[in-house]
């Protein structure tokens, strides 16, 4: 018997970092940029908590036993352009060759902004998307990305989210293929210590990534392959992390499924969570993660009701939502529809297990929830929503 082939549309695929993966691999930092042939360096880390550990002693040691001199700064919060046009004067005063970027999701995007920032005249600031005047000009120097949380995979993209936090605020990106990362660090054993809520909060943003890029309008074979994979670790590990921190298992299959969620979002895009981020991370000082988190189960409830079966590109989207029910939960519920309803069930069991904070806990209130949704982009969401779909959404996790 032959077998028709099933057609697969046309796809490309972005640039990834050199991944070294594993517990003890942020040791061979020091190796590795030495080999690379730098003396000079920056080093971006978060305010306090990694600069006390013992990772950071033996960062600082071995340093010194291959003769790189480093910079230190600090980024608290998410990062401005204000930050790192200080932060890329002291680099480029101090003829640094290469930076390392060491924390969460906001240090990686500090790092890379940064190291662009050297590269570029006049502040950062005029390169962002929808800000600026200016296109980013691609020039870097090579950024080293070690994550220290599991969420949004950062150190596996090109672009650097920059934002300035008020009425007239903003949250936007600094984009160019260039600004990937020479190479991803990504060592389980730096999360140990990672707070619970810090914890929950990435992990449900990872979480969120991977279902956003899944049904993207621009899912390929290639992204698909990545999310899939990203499910059954979060699912196998994400409780786990949040509720015994020290298990290694748990925060190594967490920081595999956030780093293929940055993977997926770089090819697929992403949907109407991360399109609400934006606006609402430039109106008011709201963790991204807790944002995404608290958002996920909601926002595939609401989509769920406006996918129509009888078309096309909805009817795709529809068997994705249940074959995620089966993938998250671990099992199937018979009918695509059983999948579907377990899928929400179970991120609405999340949401409550791992003490998602609702929006009114940071602030949000229903004028900026119908700000929010005003500015709110659908992104490659599989299913159109209104200004009124996107407040109605808002509101209900107030």
């Known amino acids: 018997m032959v ?13 990834v970092p050199t991944l070294r993966f594993g517990c003890g691999e942020f040791n061979t930092l020091p190796r590795m940029l030495s080999d690379a042939g730098f003396a000079r360096i920056g080093i971006i880390t978060g305010s306090t908590s990694f600069r006390g550990s013992s990772a950071w002693e033996r960062l600082q040691d071995g340093l010194q036993r291959v003769g790189i001199t480093a910079t230190d700064h600090r980024i608290t919060g998410e990062p401005t ?8 004067a002291v680099l480029r005063a101090d003829d640094a060759q290469a930076v390392v970027a060491i924390g969460g999701g906001s240090v990686l995007d500090a790092g890379k902004a940064s190291a662009a920032a050297v590269c570029t005249k006049g502040s950062i600031r005029e390169c962002l998307e929808g800000v600026g005047t200016r296109a ?3 020039r870097t120097l090579p950024l080293y990305a070690v994550p220290t949380t599991a969420g949004t995979g950062t150190e596996a993209t090109k672009n650097a989210v920059l934002s300035e936090i008020g009425p007239e605020g903003f949250k936007k990106s600094l984009r160019h293929e260039n600004y990937v990362p020479v190479a991803a660090i990504i060592d389980p054993e730096l999360a140990v210590g990672c707070p ?9 943003d990872a979480l969120t990534q991977l279902l956003e890029a899944w049904v993207s309008t621009g899912a390929s074979p290639f992204t698909d392959a990545l999310t899939e994979s990203g499910f059954g670790w979060a699912a196998r590990s994400l409780e786990r992390a949040v509720l015994h921190g ?11 499924a956030a780093y293929l969620s940055g993977v997926g979002l770089a090819n697929a895009g992403l949907g109407i969570v991360h399109g609400a981020a934006s606006p609402i991370g430039a109106r008011i000082a709201i963790p991204h993660g807790a944002f995404c988190g608290t958002m996920l189960a909601a926002s595939v409830r609401h989509t769920l009701l406006r996918l129509e079966p009888a078309d096309a590109n909805a009817a795709v989207a529809l068997a994705k939502y249940a074959r995620a029910g089966e993938l998250i939960t671990g099992r199937s519920w018979g009918s695509d529809a059983d999948n579907r309803a377990a899928l929400v069930a179970e991120l609405e069991r999340l949401t409550e ?14 004028e ?26 808002l509101i209900e996790r107030l």
């Open 136 to 138: 980013p000009n691609g």
């Open 246 to 256: 020290d298990d290694l298992h748990a925060r190594s299959g967490m920081a595999y």
């Open 3 to 15: 077998h028709r082939p099933i057609e697969i549309s046309t796809f490309a695929a972005v640039r």
């Open 368 to 393: 900026i929830c119908r700000d929010v949704a005003a500015a709110t982009a659908g992104k490659a969401h599989p299913v159109p929503f209104s200004a009124g779909d996107v407040e109605a959404l």
């Open 196 to 204: 619970a809520d810090v914890t929950a909060a990435s992990g449900m």
């Open 353 to 366: 297990a791992l003490e998602l904070p609702r929006l009114s806990a940071f602030g949000v209130t229903k």
């Open 81 to 88: 352009p204000a930050a790192v046009d200080e932060i890329a």
